[in-house]
């Protein structure tokens, strides 16, 4: 069974830097095979899919957060972690990651989110 | 940046109904077009991937169809758990995912 958490702060202050954590378990990202990526949803707003990072280590960015996003994992700790620099109050928003299936190209499980609050 | 356009944004039916989603992309994606239900508070859940593969454990009133740019999620016989948020993803293109903008299902 794949599960995956995230976790980090809940708070943030404008212009400061934004980690998150993914926790996974139920599966190595040591593969091409399988990816890890983040998705975000602004409060009552849309899903928007932030980056991924393969087993491979190849990484994939939105194009238009890419100078302000990094991920990186930790296979010996099943981790993946994003960064986001410059935050802005409209990076409000809940993160979530989840677990891409290869082939297909699919998020097909997702930790419970985490809302992240960027105010001063 | 591929562009799929979800319609329409909001929706009103009754249990019973048979209902249809459209995701039209601004170019051929194959089918790497996938489908989920969101309720409040929680995450996506995969309903159908590759345009038409159900995933386990998704009831079989849910489908999907489509091909190059244009598909749909069909509901068969609405139930009362099925009154959600429904997103389609796009993944043909691994430099940029897209999602649409979501359609809301509600109760008429």
């Known amino acids: 069974q794949i599960t995956l958490k995230e976790s980090g702060p809940t708070l943030v202050k404008p212009t400061q830097t934004l980690t998150l954590t993914c926790t996974f378990s139920?599966?190595?990202?040591?593969?091409?095979?399988?990816?890890v990526g983040w998705i975000r949803q602004p409060p009552g707003k849309a899903l928007e899919w932030l980056t991924h990072?393969?087993?491979?280590?190849?990484?994939y960015y939105s194009l238009s957060l890419k100078s302000r996003l990094s991920i990186t994992k930790d296979t010996s700790k099943n981790q993946v972690v994003l960064t986001m620099t410059n935050l802005d109050p409209m990076d409000t928003a809940t993160y979530y990651c989840?677990?891409?299936?290869?082939?297909?190209?699919?998020?097909?499980?997702w930790g419970q989110g985490t809302l992240v609050t960027v105010s001063s | 940046d591929i562009q799929v356009t979800q319609s329409p944004s909001s929706l009103s039916a009754s249990v019973g109904d048979r209902v249809t989603i459209t995701c039209r992309a601004s170019q051929s994606i194959s089918t790497y077009l996938h489908w989920y239900q969101q309720k409040p508070g929680k995450a996506p859940n995969l309903l159908i991937y590759s345009a038409s593969t159900l995933q386990s454990g998704v009831p079989s009133r849910f489908s999907g169809s489509g091909s190059g740019t244009d598909f749909t999620l069909t509901i068969s016989s609405l139930q009362p758990e099925d009154f959600a948020t429904y997103y389609c993803l796009q993944t043909y293109s691994s430099l940029m995912y897209t999602f649409g903008q979501g359609t809301k299902l509600e109760i008429k």
């Open positions: 990072i393969y087993g491979n280590d190849d990484k």
């Open positions: 989840g677990h891409l299936t290869v082939p297909g190209y699919y998020y097909d499980s």
């Open positions: 139920g599966f190595s990202l040591s593969t091409l095979q399988v990816a």
